[in-house]
Antibody
Framework: QITLKESGPTLVKPTETLTLTCTFSGFSLSTSGVAVGWLRQSPGKALEWLSLIFWNGEEHYSPSLTSRLTIIKDTSKNQVVLTMTNMDPVDTATYYCARRFDYGGGWKFDFWGQGTLVTVSS | DIQMTQSPSTLSASVGDRVTITCRAS??????LAWFQQKPGKPPKLLIY???ILESGVPSRFSGSGSGTEFTVSISSLQPDDFATYYC?????????FGGGTKVEIK
């Protein structure tokens, strides 16, 4: 059974750094082709992709946020950590992690965590 | 960035109706497109990938089609459980991008 779960603070102050952890089970991030991504959704808005890290350490970031984001993986703990610096109220959103799975000729975000709501406010 | 435009933004329909949602990409993405269903307070659920392949466990009343820049997802006979918001997502090129969503509501 594949599960992912996001954890981290529910409230951060403007200018602070947000650290979110995705803890997963049922798959390994050392398996070729597997990746874990972070996405977010502001209240009432559409989904936004943030970052992705692959089994081999390859990283990708949203160009609009690349200067503020860092993604790392701890394969032994089955965790992926996202840090976002200089938080602003516009970053208030539900943050999701999801598994990226290769199906041969492409890939899909097939399993998602339940999400964690992060509010940015002083 | 590839822009994904969904239409309509809201769709009012009745149980049993056939509904179709359109997603247009700002450039050719071949068939690198997925559709998700999302209900309030829940994460997105993958329905379709590679434009037309139904994810395991998804009811056969859902279908997807298209390639290049124009894609559709259809529900052949709308069920009460289908009232939700639907998003398309392209994975042809980074950054990965989503459509703005289509809310399917009860007429």
């Amino acid at each position: 059974q594949i599960t992912l779960k996001e954890s981290g603070p529910t409230l951060v102050k403007p200018t602070e750094t947000l650290t979110l952890t995705c803890t997963f089970s049922g798959f390994s991030l050392s398996t070729s082709g597997v990746a874990v991504g972070w996405l977010r959704q502001s209240p009432g808005k559409a989904l936004e992709w943030l970052s992705l890290i692959f089994w081999n350490g390859e990283e990708h970031y949203s160009p609009s946020l690349t200067s503020r984001l860092t993604i790392i993986k701890d394969t032994s703990k089955n965790q992926v950590v996202l840090t976002m610096t200089n938080m602003d109220p516009v970053d208030t959103a539900t943050y999701y992690c999801a598994r990226r799975f290769d199906y041969g000729g492409g890939w899909k975000f097939d399993f998602w965590g339940q999400g964690t709501l992060v509010t940015v406010s002083s | 960035d590839i822009q994904m435009t969904q239409s309509p933004s809201t769709l009012s329909a009745s149980v049993g109706d056939r509904v179709t949602i359109t997603c247009r990409a700002s450039q050719d993405i071949r068939t690198s497109l997925a559709w998700f269903q999302q209900k309030p307070g829940k994460p997105p659920k993958l329905l379709i990938y590679k434009a037309s392949i139904l994810e395991s466990g998804v009811p056969s009343r859902f279908s997807g089609s298209g390639s290049g820049t124009e894609f559709t997802v259809s529900i052949s006979s709308l069920q009460p459980d289908d009232f939700a918001t639907y998003y398309c997502q392209q994975y042809s090129t980074y950054p990965l991008t989503f459509g703005g969503g289509t809310k399917v509501e009860i007429k």
